[in-house]
Nanobody, 119 residues
Framework: QVELAESGGGLVQPGGSLRLSCVAS????????MGWYRRAPGRLREVVAE???????NYADFVEGRFTISRDIAKATVFLQMDDLKPEDTATYYC?????????????WGRGTQVTVSS
């Protein structure tokens, strides 16, 4: 059984910062990919930032240098530092990790953490 636990969301004023964390726990053999996604009300889920297999970090265009994804592979943990937040960044943020577990490779999703940017 593998679970992803996200933390770090909350209410912040425009221009503020938040740091999201996502830790995977369970019988994990290898971390393959890690990433952050978000879904705003009335919109489809979209990628925010991700580490694809064998590649450097990739960011959505709307990030515009404001967010930084980082990771600690040994701890199956991925972070998202979000600076200069805007009201349009308000969304539920989801962590995704593609993990190698005994016998197979599986994509796991967290339950989401709410980020609200408002004055």
């Amino acid at each position: 059984q593998v679970e992803l636990a996200e933390s770090g969301g909350g209410l912040v004023q425009p221009g503020g910062s938040l740091r999201l964390s996502c830790v995977a726990s369970g019988n994990i053999e290898k971390v393959v990919e890690m990433g952050w996604y978000r879904r705003a009300p009335g919109r489809l889920r979209e990628v925010v930032a991700e580490f694809r297999f064998g590649q450097a970090a990739n960011y959505a265009d709307f990030v515009e240098g404001r967010f930084t994804i980082s990771r600690d592979i040994a701890k199956a943990t991925v972070f998202l530092q979000m600076d200069d937040l805007k009201p349009e960044d308000t969304a539920t943020y989801y962590c995704r990790q593609i993990l190698q577990i005994p016998g197979r490779t599986v994509s796991f999703w967290g339950r989401g953490t709410q980020v609200t940017v408002s004055s």
